[in-house]
């Protein structure tokens, strides 16, 4: 199956025989996460009423949850238990959830809705915004330790403490890179900063994408390989996260009335694919994205692995992301 944006927002998806990851299924993942975290939260010795403002700011954000899902397709592929990738699923949504927080408030991006419903500081305050930020990048790091223990059930120390090691220099890379990213988007165009739109969009989202590939790679039960099939996935992740962020820039192209703040790389504060590119160009990297994830789980099929769930969870991540908007927007 690939997917191809043709014009006009209308999105092509060549017809495939192969089965895609049901409703049912994505439902279910999504159902689990949401325990996860509220358990996490539930069991916390906050007051009840920050309880509350953590539990919306971690479910009110996001809709899709496809980093998590991320996480336990490729869990699945790899036959990892089934109970530490849901941990390291809402490990990955915790320090999503967090940056969204952070990203709304009007010293960043002064965002008052997110999903059509009120973002976190505007249905509470800001100071609570910040508090239940800092929570979930805590609690994000605990989550972690905690699947890698259930994954290797403590009978392999070992291989238990090179897991936690790896995973936690890789969560602390990440959370620089996000940090960088929106530095980047808030200082706009530099001589010192990042202006490239690919580049940016892998700080801003391709690396929380190869953070939750990797967080599966790393709780495989088979140690043998571990680390390059890690670095598969990573590309696999990397790859599908630019392409989340090219779409989201043309989607954002179509919905702007302000037609002429696409007119260049710092008109609307940051760079972005369509400003670089140009609507065909952004459509063709999109196509090219796509590419690059399917061929990078060639390493996963020659171990005799079955990557059509993986490669469809990228087409499906795609078509859902791109929302079909009315004709007539530019």
């Known amino acids: 199956m690939r997917v191809h944006l043709g014009r006009k927002g209308k999105t092509l998806v060549t017809p495939s025989t192969r089965p895609e990851p049901s409703e049912r299924k994505l439902a279910l993942w999504r159902e689990r996460v949401k325990e996860c975290l ?45 109970g530490a990738c849901a941990l390291a699923a809402s490990a990955v949504e915790a320090l999503h959830c967090a940056t969204l927080c952070v990203d709304d408030l009007p010293c960043m991006d002064n965002a008052t809705e997110r999903r059509r419903r009120p973002s976190l500081h505007q249905r509470f305050n800001e100071a609570v915004a910040i508090q239940a930020a800092l929570w979930l990048l805590g609690t994000s790091r605990t989550l972690v330790v905690e699947a890698v223990k259930i994954a290797h059930g403590g009978s392999y120390p070992a291989l238990e403490a090179e897991s936690i090691s790896v995973l936690s220099d890789l969560q602390q890379k990440t959370e620089d890179e996000l940090q960088l990213g929106q530095f980047t988007e808030m200082m706009g165009s530099s001589d010192r ?35 390059e099939r890690a670095r598969s996935l990573d ?96």
């Open 38 to 82: 509220d358990k996490a939260i539930g069991s916390s010795r906050l007051p009840s009423p920050l309880q509350e403002v953590i539990r919306y700011g971690s479910t009110v954000p996001v809709a899709s949850r496809w980093r998590a899902i991320l996480v336990m397709q490729i869990g699945e592929t790899l036959g990892s238990h089934e």
């Open 193 to 227: 900063l990042i202006v490239d739109a690919e580049a940016v969009a892998r700080l801003k989202c391709g690396r929380v994408f190869a953070l939750a590939a990797q967080f599966a790679a790393w709780l495989s039960p088979d140690p043998q390989g571990r680390r």
């Open 235 to 330: 590309e696999y992740g990397d790859a599908i996260g630019l392409a989340y962020q090219a779409l989201d820039d043309l989607d954002d192209r179509r919905t702007d009335v302000l037609a002429e703040s696409w007119s260049g790389l710092s008109a609307v504060g940051r760079p972005t694919f369509v400003a670089q590119f140009g609507v065909d160009g952004t459509e063709r990297l999109i196509d090219g994205y796509l590419a690059r994830a399917i061929a990078a789980l060639a390493p996963l099929a020659a171990e005799g692995r079955n990557c059509e769930p993986l490669e469809h969870l990228a087409t499906l991540i795609m078509r859902r992301a791109h929302v079909i908007r009315p004709a007539g927007l530019p």
